[in-house]
Nanobody, 123 residues
């Protein structure tokens, strides 16, 4: 089982910034993670992709966050970051970290999720 621990959420005014972090760990050493990403879910809505980055550094973003959010990762630390700038009230949601294809010596974990961190943007 892969554990994903998120941090960095909180309350911020519109136009402000937050940086989310997510660190992956397991009972055995994680050799690689194919892709890591951030999803968000607002009340009454489905969980949607915000940004995703592969272990080669390729990224994709939801149209609503392009130019405002930046995803990055540290492969050596199995950590992914989401820098969120120019935040808007509509960015308010629970943000979830996801890891695709985490590989240990003897196990491949197709998909793992963090517990979520609340981001609230006030107008």
């Amino acid at each position: 089982q892969v554990q994903l621990v998120e941090s960095g959420g909180g309350l911020v005014q519109a136009g402000g910034s937050l940086r989310l972090s997510c660190a992956a760990s397991a009972s055995k050493l994680i050799f690689s993670i194919n892709a890591m990403g951030w999803y968000r879910q607002a009340p009454g809505k489905q969980r949607d992709l915000v940004a995703r980055i592969t272990n080669g550094g390729s990224t994709n973003y939801a149209d609503s966050v392009k130019g405002r959010f930046t995803i990055s990762r540290n492969n050596a630390k199995n950590t992914v970051y989401l820098q969120m700038d120019s935040l808007k009230p509509e960015d308010t949601a629970v943000y979830y970290c996801n890891a695709e294809g985490a590989a240990t010596q003897d196990t491949l974990f197709p998909s793992s999720w963090g517990q979520g961190t609340q981001v609230t943007v006030s107008s």
